[in-house]
């Protein structure tokens, strides 16, 4: 039984087909397991990342927030002040 064109170069080079097919797949196999690998761990890195990230944003915000509270209570106060001296017009309430 004659090899055909595809095997004539493992046939010059005294190699088996078989064996050489079964060393690509074991090559396949190892790129496929490090690549699942990296990719298991980059997705738990992002995860963490993202938690982090997350918590350190709701404290920047909640902080963000009492700072404006605390500014607003000032003005109200400067204002209030204001008007108990005079300098601004009394307080228009809406009907």
């Not at 097919?21 to 790129?31: A, P």
């Not at 915000?61 to 001296?85: C, F, M, P, T």
Request: hydrophobic share 40%.
């Amino acid at each position: 039984m004659a090899a055909g064109p595809r095997f004539e170069v493992f046939k010059a080079l005294g190699l088996n087909y078989y064996g050489f097919h079964v060393r690509k797949e074991k090559v396949y196999n190892v790129f496929a397991a490090g690549i699942s690998t990296f990719l298991l761990g980059f997705t738990a890195y992002m995860a963490v990342t993202f938690v982090c990230n997350w918590r350190s944003t709701i404290l920047f915000v909640r902080y963000h927030n009492a700072k404006l509270e605390l500014e607003r209570e000032g003005y109200i106060k400067q204002i209030s002040e204001a008007r108990d001296k005079g300098l601004l017009p009394p307080r228009e309430t809406p009907k």
